[in-house]
């Protein structure tokens, strides 16, 4: 099992701080940045490896390589996405298809959140589960956010912004745990969702994978504090929470 960050993205929303770097980058607890916040956490959920796909400024996680790999006792992989300006993420996850077979946990490079959450998709596993998402279901639902609807049995049969929040059952934080038998079919799914529409998100591939009979299971996170950095208020926050995770 190893880990997997998405980090291509611009980060335009808190610019003039991403003009020259991914917001993956941005320091929110002293000198750490969420990007070591997100390695912290997979290396205390035990991954001794780290795949990082890199797209805007790429550069700048790549010259900080070696100091990550010290400080968090990790190898780091770098893929480069190099459409990373043009098209959205489902593109960047497919990009690291080739390591899916290893089992992943992967986060995004934008959120801040405690260790508990990998630990929590870790504990949730399932035999004949595809896929583990990170879920908080305690939330008050938005029009933005990130919604699921489940079965009765706490299967994802839903994963779209634009769901009803009044029959969603949570927000799926960006945590997901890959099973390595899942490794083609989830590459199928991201492949046929970019090639649909290079705009739609890597969430639409996992809304393909359960549409072809994927399982892909919901696991609650709990009362737990976590942000998403998408703009100026959101990492302000991110630097209120950053020094308890």
């Known amino acids: 099992m190893i880990g997997m960050v998405l980090a291509a993205g611009a980060g335009r929303r808190l610019e003039p701080l991403t003009a020259d770097l991914p917001k993956t980058l ?71 298809r080739d390591h899916f077979d290893q089992g992943v946990v992967l986060c995004n490079g934008d959120t801040v959140h405690p260790p508990s959450v990998e630990e929590t998709v870790l504990g949730a596993r399932g035999g ?55 490794a083609d079919d989830l590459a199928a799914a991201l492949k046929e969702t970019f090639e649909r529409d290079p705009q739609l998100y890597y969430e639409d591939g996992f809304q393909v994978l359960a549409d072809r009979g994927g399982k892909v299971r919901a696991a609650p996170i709990g009362t737990v504090e976590w942000v998403e950095v998408d703009d100026h208020a959101d990492l302000a926050r991110a630097r209120e929470l950053a020094c308890r995770c």
Request: glycine share 6%.
């Open 26 to 96: 941005l320091p929110v607890d002293g000198e750490r940045t969420i990007l070591d916040i997100a390695l912290s956490n997979l290396r205390a959920a035990g991954m001794e490896e780290v795949v990082v796909v890199t797209g805007f400024a790429a550069h700048r996680i790549e010259e900080r390589r070696a100091d990550l790999e010290a400080t968090h006792d990790i190898r780091l992989e770098l893929v480069v996405n190099d459409k990373a300006l043009e098209w959205n993420n489902a593109y960047s996850l497919w990009c690291a």
């Open 128 to 182: 004949e589960d595809d896929l583990v998402l990170a879920v908080d279901d305690e939330k008050t639902l938005g029009e933005e956010e990130m919604k699921v609807h489940l079965s009765a049995e706490g299967y994802v049969d839903r994963i779209h912004k634009g769901l009803d929040p009044a029959t969603a059952q949570g927000e799926y934080i960006g945590v997901t745990l890959v099973e390595p038998h899942a």
